[in-house]
Nanobody, 124 residues
């Protein structure tokens, strides 16, 4: 049984930083593409970042490029989202996801497993 458990969310001031963690069980994060998505109140879930299983190739939404970094620790079987220079518009619930497929990693439909989410609030 695959489980993804996010942590690390919280309240931070604009310009600050947070690191989100996604601890996986039932799958090996180094063997599957992993992604981060977010959903603000009243909005659709949107892509934030993804990392491929081979070569560590990463993808980012334009809105977070240069501020956020996705990484993984294979020994801990955990994927991280390092968020710097946070803006109020980054406020959302953040979700970790994993897929067994090759496809458009920016699309929610590609992903097979989802975590429960962690809330990030950025105050002005």
């Amino acid at each position: 049984q695959v489980q993804l458990v996010e942590s690390g969310g919280g309240l931070v001031q604009a310009g600050g930083s947070l690191r989100l963690s996604c601890a996986a069980s039932g799958l090996t994060v180094s063997s599957y593409p992993m992604g981060w998505f977010r959903q603000a109140p009243g909005k659709e879930r949107e892509f934030v970042a993804a990392i491929r299983w081979s070569g560590g190739i990463t993808y980012y939404a334009e809105s977070v490029k240069g501020r956020f970094t996705i990484s993984r620790d294979n020994a801990k079987n955990t994927v991280y989202l390092h968020m710097n220079s946070l803006k109020t518009e980054d406020t959302a619930d953040y979700y970790c996801a994993a897929t067994l497929k090759i496809g458009n990693y920016a699309s929610t439909s590609v992903y097979d497993y989802w975590g429960q989410g962690t809330q990030v609030t950025v105050s002005s």
